[in-house]
């Protein structure tokens, strides 16, 4: 079977969005050193709306300048090292400001499909230009930021600026929020080309879905329990920011509810303690041949490192393949 690592490069959009260094940097640098001992690359969907609102500010501020010149640094970096760098954009980045301290975060255009038409399609243009002038070559795949993606008009965009995949898609999921709205309860776990619609699979289509790969339904009471019995596995992460503590019973109460659901969808990750979940994952993608993992690096945590070559060690083992989404295209264009 064919495993696919992906990473969303990004800063956390939270109440603090943490460092450059340590949410970006330090964790790249510890994952390469797994990627050099196994002979494996990752995709990462680098944010280029960050990057581009970064040019913007940076003369007027020099902690900006340096945050820009060091988080192009570590691209160029990973390019060397073969990794796959494709495009990722978190529309609110466009929006958001910057005080001197920290950044001022914008809670209103979360999706591509808060911005006007036209102007999602010059920043989209925009930002994919900055990062393929700092990459070094054109992105031809994408991620939306919160995997809402069904509401913007795509495959027009797509079609303007040379995106010939994507990899948003949450199998069996659905979530409809101010921040989030997508609904993948009708797409396939499989990879599979569309045209214009996303959850319709098409032999002639002419974009690729690399669909993150899920376990399947898990009732929430066996969600929790699991996750339970991991939580103390795991130490802090690099990454320096999220959300400040709540004080307000009420809002904790509130953040409780709106986040409940019966039934998971647990989805291939590298986040957190989620690598508790990936042998689950593993075997329901099985029937695909295909696995898509999903990380970020501002979640990643010295603990979690040993689960993950743990797994590399395994699936290599057993004659698994682990490439770029780059790779499998050009495998399966053959």
Sequence with gaps: MDIVFTLDYELFLDDMTGTVKNSLIKPMQEIQKVCEKHNFRFTIFADASYLYRLS??????????EDYNDTVKNIKWLVDLGHDIQLHI??????????????????????????PHDYAFEMFGKSKDLLDSIIGYKTTLFRAGGFSIQDFDFANCFKKYG???DSSVLPGCKMRRKTHSYDYRKSTACIYKFTEDIDSAKLDGIFWEFPISTA????II???????SWMAKTENRWGDGGNRPQTSLFAKIKSIISSFEFIKYPYGSIDHQC???LDDVYQYSKKHDCMTVLGHPKNFSPSGFPYL???????QSKGDNILTL???IKKRSK
């Design 56 to 65: 913007e500010l940076k003369k007027d501020y020099p902690s900006l300048e």
């Design 326 to 328: 780059t790779d499998y």
């Design 163 to 165: 995106i010939i995949g």
């Design 309 to 315: 070559e743990k797994f590399i060690i395994d699936k």
């Design 90 to 115: 978190h529309p609110q980045w466009y929006y958001s400001n910057y005080d001197g301290k920290e950044w001022i975060l914008d809670w209103d255009h979360y999706k591509l499909s808060d911005m």
């Design 222 to 228: 066996r969600y929790l329990s699991v996750k339970e």
């Design 275 to 277: 690598y508790f979940w």
């Design 216 to 219: 399947g339904p898990v009732n």
